[in-house]
């Protein structure tokens, strides 16, 4: 019976109405959490935690989610904490009375800092207790040492950063610890948070919902009671997917209730939203069996970089807001005033506020050309001068999110279009709407193909056109996008993301850079890097040389001990996870040594690439965003080769 839950039953973690969430409370939290795998029941402690703070302090509702998802703000805020393993170290050492070898010692036998953190802490004697730490002034805190930049800044992050440590119990050291290493590793997903955000608004309606709800809900039983929190929880996530930012969800939760948050937080300019993606496939007749019965479109493939330009207005378009993201979500704007200063050329007099998906493609002015990835990523990534950009783009538009205050990503792409090729101007060289064709057999499709890669782009995307499935699905790897890399038509259908987790010393002519790296994939659930490959080819001597400045600082004394990877692969340096590099390979072949997607096709084997080679640096995706195991696993099982052997098995299974 849902009325019999409790509020927080963490017993020595307990506060009263109105008084800070203490910290404690929140560690205690990580910690159950820590202490299960199965996912409901994750949900379900998180949502009683959350319940309690929606009932006693509900103003600490939005800090305790930024620190249970380790996050300080939005991601286009760029707020990163910026602290390195040893100075963390450091702080560690100088606050419980050990040397740094003796704190790094002891974060190698436990594996993990954050627990050797905690012992050290537990070993302590205190003379008086400090006054307890409260959730909204640890990320306060956080926030701070993450805002101090510049040279003399170490020295302030470690003493903020101490001054935090002393007043932590030893619980609270262990999750303090890892929140400032960056990961939390509790297992806990975003989507599961927001499905605890729902399940505890379901149980312990805020303030403002309707009144009796929570009666209703108390009365509904079981069942009635599992159906409200689905149904709250399709509401919260697509509400969170349409305006990712906590900072307007979370008040307007509190204030309006669950249910009635689509209503509050819409889709708005100056709020980046997680792109669309699409499948990867490996001819013309997969394209033709997913798109049987329905209608799509193809459109070129361009290889750049994508940007969401989002203009922000009301009765006039207010350019000098106007920002372009990432597709990683990051503020890119500083990277292209050439392109905001251009930006009155594209929109007709008809458009007083928009969001439009794009692709920025290097160009030769003169010649009219595309030219390749390589040459965009040679442009200053931040805070470059119009003056000095030497590399010209031209933005590509393919999509329309949100046009004069209405929010178009329930519209097919018809519709979306329609309004695009109305609204838009193209300007040569400058402003180009997507190349597109609605093409009807596979010799047609095979042609645009053939017309795209003379175009100098990468393949094409093939779109539903019409109904349901043309929607623009946030934040989704969907099926209605189809890729069709050229490359990639009869091998593995697409390059593969991988992160960099060690590497080896080059020799020779490569002597005093590194020579190769150790990749890996990313396992969400496991919140894992399996191993999947080592690779040295691909790179010119410039790669090699950044690449090595770039890691170098990630050095790391010994593996996370969540790599996993066989003793005979161990690289010359282990690497922190910091850098997604593109591969391109010839097939995929299980493998005893490498760990990627272990147990997955085969109780002790894993994946790995073979013959990879580097194509380039993904520096638009997160680790934790490279090629998932369970994607490794697919690719894999795709293959013709191991089809057809899979098929000439079965008659005799
Ligand atoms: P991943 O590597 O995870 O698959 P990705 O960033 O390489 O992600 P894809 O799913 O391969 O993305 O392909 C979609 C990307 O292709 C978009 O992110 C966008 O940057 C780019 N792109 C170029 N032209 C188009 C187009 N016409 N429509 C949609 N995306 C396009």
Known sequence: NPAKTKYHPIEDACWSKGQEVPYLALAKTLQAIEATSARLKMVEILSNYFRSVIALTPEDLLPSIYLCLNQLAPAYHSLELGIAETYLMKAVGQCTGRSLAQVRAAAQRCGDLGAAAEQARAAQRTMFAPPPLSARRVLAA??????????????????????????????????????????????LAEQSALQALAQAAAATPPAGERAGTLDAAAALGAERFKALVDELALVVKTTYCECPNYELIVPALLRHGARALPEHCRLTPGVPLKPMLAHPTRGVHEVFSRFENEEFTCEWKYDGERAQIHVPGDDAPRLADAAIFSRNQENNTSKYPDVLRRLPTLLRASVTSCVLDCEAVAYDVDSKQILPFQVLSTRKRKDAAEADIKVQVCVFVFDLLFLNGRPLVRAPLEERRALLRQHFAEVPGHWSLATARDCRSEEEVQQFLEEAVRGSCEGLMVKALRGEHARYD????????????????????????????????????????????????????????????????????????????????????????????????????????????????????????????????????????????????????????????????????????????????????
């Open 474 to 653: 946030i934040a989704r790897r969907s099926r209605n996008w189809l890729k069709l890399k050229k490359d990639y038509l009869d091998g593995v259908g697409d390059t593969i993301d991988a992160v960099v987790i060690g590497a080896y010393h080059g020799r020779g002519k490569r002597a005093g850079v590194f020579g190769g790296f150790l990749l890996a994939c990313y396992d969400p659930d496991a919140e894992q890097y399996q191993s999947l490959c080592k690779v040295g080819t691909g790179f010119s001597d410039d790669d090699l040389r950044s690449l090595s400045e770039r890691l170098r600082p990630h050095r790391l004394d010994a593996p996370r001990n969540y790599y996993m990877c066989a003793p005979a692969l161990a690289p010359d340096v282990w690497l922190a996870a910091a850098l997604v590099l593109e591969l391109r390979c010839a097939d995929l072949s299980l493998s005893p040594a490498h760990r990627a997607a272990a147990g997955l096709l085969h109780p002790d084997k894993g994946v790995s690439l073979r013959f990879p080679r580097f194509v380039r640096v993904r520096d638009d995706k997160a680790p934790e965003q490279a090629t998932p195991a369970r994607q490794i696993a697919q690719l894999y099982a795709a293959q013709d080769q191991v089809r057809n052997a899979a098929a000439a098995r079965a008659p005799l299974d």
């Open 142 to 187: 956080l926030r701070e040492v993450a805002a101090m930049t510049g040279h003399a800044s170490v020295n302030k992050k470690i003493s903020k950063i101490q001054a935090l440590f002393v007043a932590c119990s030893p619980c609270e050291a262990r999750y303090l610890v890892r929140s400032l290493e960056g990961k939390l590793r509790v297992g």
